[in-house]
């Protein structure tokens, strides 16, 4: 797996069963899964030599974040080394403009969008395109977590998302109700497996809350989010875990944020809440391996990040949450605390969905140590 942070370090837990040989390109010594993974390989990713050296031996690659450049991920095809999802479907979770032509081209319904050059143009397409401001601006590659992500309310605010040099994609801002995600799971043989629909709570672009399934979304909205999910994957070629981030609106219509070809943070409650994680579904779509079974094995599974904090020394927090809450299950990155950095999250599960939400709630605040009863 290329790429050394949280994804990689839980998609390696899922292959220990398996007996899978897991190696890690990782920047530096010290992230998530180089901390774990048998095999580390320190380099950067964005260099093909190290990509190659990287690469010799392995059965297949995949990855945990976006960053490959896509030339490197055809140079790897072309020495014989499989790339899954290959790089004709990754460019699409890579590049946030070509998502959106694709996207359209397939008749899915996105928000409006264009490519805009300058402030001027933002301008422009707020009053003729978007019914006016505020509009978000997004670059169409590097971004995560909200960074490359901008509201803006007037051209003047425009400024900022051109400084990088990458094209900046406009689009409507969106006046949804919440946020959902579909994810689903592909392999090369074209099985497919769909988790239920979930609900994703973010705060200031961050992903804090996962609700699985999501609470009152009609089982026609479940279904079609879930259909499109899979005809996605399918259309684009991709292999291994698609997240599908989407936005519901009052209206009940339901359009697509952006894609995630690898596990998603709005899968995260699979480890503890569905038969089969998105990790150990991914490892196997990969590895062209029958895929697991996706159902919840409860009624309701709430899944709450713990964000960088002040938590020199973790025993007492363990002690108090998994006292309070022995359905609780702790998953932590080993990740150095920096303010607003996902450095775990948190799973439980039950049949009372307040409750349920207010034991993880609970959980990743004392984490946090933003509480401290
Ligand atoms: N067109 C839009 N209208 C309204 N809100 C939006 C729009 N696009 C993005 N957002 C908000 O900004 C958040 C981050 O946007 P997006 O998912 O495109 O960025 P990202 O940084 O690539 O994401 P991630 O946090 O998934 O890594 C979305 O989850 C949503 O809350
Ligand atoms: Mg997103």
């Not at 260099?47 to 991920?73: K, N, Q, S, W, Y």
């Not at 899954?84 to 403009?97: F, I, M, N, S």
């Not at 981030?245 to 995260?268: C, K, Q, W, Y």
């Amino acid at each position: 797996m290329v790429g050394g942070g949280q994804l990689a370090r839980m998609t390696h837990e899922a292959g220990i069963p398996l007996g899978i040989r897991f190696r890690v390109l990782s920047e530096t010594p010290q992230d998530a899964a180089a901390q774990v993974a048998g095999e580390v390989v320190v380099g950067d990713h964005r260099d093909l030599a190290t990509l190659r050296a990287f690469a010799r031996g392995c059965d297949v690659i995949t990855f945990d974040h976006e960053h490959v450049p896509t030339e490197h991920l055809r140079a790897l095809e072309a020495d014989g080394i499989p790339v899954r999802p290959g790089p004709d479907a990754l460019v699409h979770a890579q590049d946030k403009g070509l998502m959106r032509a694709r996207l359209t081209a397939l008749g899915v319904e996105c928000p409006r969008h264009r490519i805009v050059t300058d402030p001027a143009d933002v301008e422009r397409f707020a009053t003729a395109e978007a019914g006016g401001f505020p509009v978000v601006l997004k670059t169409v590659r590097g971004g995560y977590d909200g960074r490359g992500v901008w509201v803006v309310r007037s051209a003047a605010e425009a400024r900022e998302p051109f400084r990088a040099g990458v094209p900046v994609l406009a689009e409507e801002k969106v006046d949804f109700t919440r946020e959902l995600a579909a994810n689903v799971v592909r392999s090369p043989h074209g099985q497919a497996v769909a988790y239920p629909v979930v609900e994703s709570v973010q705060v200031g672009g961050v992903c804090d809350t996962v609700i699985a399934p999501a609470p009152g979304l009609p089982e026609a909205s479940a279904l079609h989010a879930q259909r499109l999910a899979l005809r996605i994957a399918a259309e684009l070629g991709v292999t291994g875990h698609l997240a599908v981030e989407l936005f519901e609106t009052a209206d009940g219509r339901i359009l697509v944020n952006e894609l995630a070809m690898r596990p998603h943070n709005s899968g995260h409650w699979t480890q503890d809440g569905a038969v089969t994680s998105q990790f150990a579904n991914h490892l196997r779509a990969v590895l062209d391996l029958p895929l697991g079974d996706p159902r919840p094995r409860a009624r309701w599974t709430v899944m709450a990040n713990v964000l960088g904090g002040d938590f020199p020394d973790m025993y007492p927090a363990f002690l108090h949450c998994m006292a309070r809450d022995p359905r609780l299950k702790i998953h932590m990155y080993g990740k150095d605390v920096k303010p607003g950095r996902k450095v775990g999250h948190v799973t439980t599960y039950g049949d009372d969905l307040a409750d349920v939400r207010e034991r993880a709630r609970h959980a990743a605040d004392y984490l946090r140590g933003t509480i401290d009863e």
